[in-house]
């Protein structure tokens, strides 16, 4: 199993995909937080810092369509019949990609933390405003959000396993993000709390009527585990045609 | 021993029977080609001996196991498929990296598969820069990764430039004579003639023959003449096989060249041409396959 993680890790590093993704979401990381600099809150507002911060975790859609990759990618470019001749227990496969995935966007989550991080310090320097290092909220918001990626990149990669079509896969999720979810918010009320969408914003530590942080990141580790079971069984099934 | 037995495979996609009860068995230290014309279920049966598509019903074994109960399969199988390609953005080499370590076969073997398939120059570059023929030669290398017992290769010669043709056939025969099974499907009759030793027919996803090629017609003579009617009378109470075979010639079975030859001399009809031959491959593949329409050169014969 560790050779075939080493092996999806191997896989990502000799493609350009991840740091086209990376530096997309790090760039819109650095416009986002420049946005709320500009024309946010009150400088001295204490709620600002950590809607900085948590840019690092809403950008973490980036890790998500990087997970997509992991199987679409390869029904795309049709890699995906060498990788199953070479371990015909598909199960394996899909494990080894959800850890190599994971870890990667975690480490997306890392990068995005510190570039986070590094921008909140460096407009808190030059607007001469105290931050709070040190302050729960800034940590916990940091750590949420690369949590956030890393179960993010799960999501993606059992998404992608389910819809082997990579525009498919892309759009699906696109368009729960964008309005699904926000639809089926609105019926099902203070369930809606509960969705994927928003146990994420919950683990990230966003501002609003969410559930408590650790709840969400439970909820968010529970839906990527439904899904990566789902997905490891569809994929048994399916003929690679 | 047969490295391959497929039997009493069956696979139904929909209402559509892409396989239907077909069993065959492929013996080592031979070229065998697998044809068929095109949806006549060739593709799908070396999948599922792939374990890539599951069969409905019947088994298919590669050296007494399932794919999927093989160790390291890929040492014991190498594929090249239609549908096996390579992300564009990786080097050849990277490409290969990533089987070999797949497969747990050592890395030393990339080298010498880039070497032999003549891809050892452009091993740095893009997959997504090469061209067709480029890309079937390190399909072939990813096969050849494992030094496996069994080749399974779906139109292998696709993109090859002559050169490259030759090159594939000596490489297969060579394979073969040295013991490994080779299974090979392909459009590219003439090609195949020169290639294969046994030979497995398909259609409609049921078996049509499998033999050797020599098996594949019985000897006939062909024969030319100006008095053509005459000459077909003359072999008709003879008791031979007379079919025509276009203007002014005759294709005649159960009897000799020097027996026609004979008969004609005998009652004095002048012969153009007289000729013993077996029937092409082509011809073969078409009776077999009932599929005139394919070529219709042959079919206004």
Redesign the interface.
């Known amino acids: 199993m560790l050779a075939l993680i080493g092996n999806e890790l191997y896989k990502l590093r000799t493609i350009r995909t991840p740091w086209l993704l990376l530096i997309s979401q790090l760039g819109l990381l650095v416009l986002g937080i420049a946005g709320l600099a500009i024309h946010g809150a009150a400088p001295n507002d204490p709620l600002l810092p950590r809607e900085m911060l948590a840019h690092a975790g809403i950008l973490s859609f980036f890790a998500l369509i990087l997970g997509v990759n992991a199987v679409a990618a390869e029904y795309r470019h049709k890699t995906i019949t060498d990788t199953y001749l070479a371990v015909p227990r598909r199960s394996r496969v899909i494990v080894a990609k959800l850890v190599a995935y994971s870890g990667v966007g975690l480490l997306f989550g890392i990068a995005s933390a510190g570039v986070a991080l590094g921008a909140t310090i460096a407009w808190s320097a030059i607007k001469d405003i105290p931050l709070h290092l040190a302050s729960d909220d800034v940590w916990r918001t940091v750590v949420g959000a690369i949590v956030w990626n890393g179960l993010y990149a799960a999501v993606g990669v059992s998404i992608g396993a389910l819809l082997p079509n990579l525009a498919a896969a892309i759009g699906v999720a696109l368009a729960w993000i964008l309005i699904v979810e926000g639809l089926l918010g609105q019926v099902l009320g203070d369930f809606r709390r509960w969705l994927p969408m928003a146990s994420g914003q919950a683990l990230g530590n966003l501002p609003g009527d969410l559930l408590p942080q650790l709840t969400g990141g439970l909820v968010l580790a529970g839906y990527a585990v439904i899904l990566a079971i789902i997905a490891a069984a569809t994929s048994i099934r399916r003929d690679v045609n | 021993m047969a490295e391959l037995v497929i039997r009493h495979l069956t696979k139904q996609f929909g209402r559509v029977r892409a396989v239907d009860d077909l069993s065959f068995e492929v013996a080592p230290g031979e070229v065998t080609g697998f044809l068929g014309p095109n949806g006549a279920g060739k593709t799908t049966t070396l999948?599922i001996l792939?374990?890539?598509?599951?069969p409905t019903s019947g088994e298919v074994l590669i050296a007494g196991q399932r794919?999927?109960q093989?160790a390291q399969?890929?040492r014991v199988?190498g594929?090249v498929?239609e549908?096996?390609?390579?992300?564009?953005?990786?080097?050849a080499r990277?490409h290969l990296?990533?089987?070999a370590?797949?497969?747990?076969v050592p890395l030393s073997r990339v080298d010498e598969v880039l070497d032999q398939v003549g891809l050892t120059r452009d091993a740095e570059r893009r997959v997504g820069g090469f061209s067709l023929g480029m890309r079937q030669r390190l399909g072939l290398a990813?096969a050849l990764l494992g030094d496996p017992e069994v080749l399974l290769l779906d139109e292998p010669a696709n993109g090859l430039d002559p050169e490259g043709v030759a090159w594939l056939r000596r490489l297969l025969r060579g394979l073969a004579a040295r013991g490994r099974t080779v299974l090979i499907s392909s459009h590219l009759l003439s090609e195949v003639a020169k290639t294969v030793d046994q030979i497995v027919i398909i259609s409609d996803g049921r078996l049509r023959f499998a033999g050797h090629l020599d098996e594949l017609g019985e000897p006939s003579v062909s024969v030319r003449s100006v008095e053509i009617e005459r000459l077909r009378t003359v072999l008709n109470a003879g008791g031979f096989d007379v079919r025509p075979a276009g203007e002014g010639a005759l294709d005649v079975r159960g009897s000799s060249a020097e027996e026609i030859g004979r008969l004609a001399s005998i009652e004095g009809i002048a012969l153009l041409s007289l000729a013993e031959g077996r029937p092409s491959l082509e011809d073969a593949f078409l009776r077999l396959t009932g599929s005139p329409e394919l070529l219709p050169r042959s079919a206004a014969n």
């Open positions: 999948r792939l374990g890539l598509v599951r794919y999927d093989l399969p890929r199988v594929a498929l549908s096996s390609g390579a992300h564009p953005g990786r080097t990277a990296h990533v089987l370590t797949a497969s747990t990813g």
